[in-house]
């Protein structure tokens, strides 16, 4: 069955620096892959998605990259801010549906 | 635009008991989903409309679990009987066509954290 890792131990990073979160897919290949970011007590909030033919991608602040044959894709965030605390969730898409991740819990230290 | 709305926010409950959950997703999102998220865990899907019609629940636990979608905008979640291991975020959330990747994602409710004691 399909199987997507996140770090699970939480990134702790000071503010300024930058922050990488892994995600780990296998037994499927995604045609595209989304991140998402979860604050407690709120819904998951939508942030990039990238496509399977796609091999980088930017927001702002936010770059994420996606490599089919690692079967990974890397979040990073830099520049970092204490505002940036959150869960952050992968989610490949395979089998018709959006598979999360456990997320990987970010703490940016002033 | 209105997020998606869901509702109650809190629920408690003894197992054996029965729960409602109700959803109002983004006007126009012709696919709605609910999924359940444990503690530390991520969500997990339960079931997913399109229009009023189930496109899958291949893991909704329908001996307890059951999903409508009416008139193919509000729909509700509801467990009967519930169990301990109920215990989780309800989180609805919609989108347009999830076959046809976009750059706006799945927008999620604020989801119902239901306690099963």
């Known amino acids: 069955s399909q199987k997507i890792e996140q770090n699970s131990e939480a990134l702790n990073i000071q503010e300024g620096k930058t922050a990488t979160l892994t995600c780990n897919y296998t037994n499927y290949s995604p045609a595209y892959l989304q991140w998402y970011r979860q604050d407690p007590g709120r819904g998951p909030v939508f942030l990039l998605l990238i496509r399977e033919n796609e091999k980088e991608k930017r927001k702002e602040r936010l770059k994420v990259t996606f490599d089919t044959t690692l079967k990974q894709s890397l979040f990073h965030i830099t520049a970092s801010q204490p505002a940036d605390s959150a869960t952050y969730l992968c989610?490949?898409?395979?089998?018709?549906?959006?598979?999360f991740g456990a997320g990987t819990r970010l703490a940016v230290h002033p | 635009e209105a997020g998606v709305a869901q509702s109650p926010r809190y629920k408690i409950i003894e197992k054996r008991q029965s729960v409602a959950f109700w959803c109002n997703p983004i006007s126009g999102h012709a696919t709605l989903y609910w999924y359940q998220q444990i503690l530390g865990q991520g969500p997990k899907l339960l079931i997913q409309f399109q229009n009023n019609g189930v496109v899958d629940d291949s893991q909704l636990p329908k001996d307890r679990f059951s999903a409508e979608r009416l008139k193919g905008v509000d729909s509700t979640l509801k467990i009967q009987p519930a169990k301990l291991e109920d215990s989780a975020v309800y989180l609805c959330?919609?989108?347009?066509?999830?076959?046809?990747?976009?750059?706006?994602?799945?927008?999620f409710g604020s989801g119902t954290r239901l306690t099963v004691v």
């Open positions: 959330a919609s989108s347009l066509d999830p076959t046809l990747p976009t750059n706006y994602g799945y927008t």
């Open positions: 989610a490949p898409w395979g089998y018709n549906k959006l598979i």
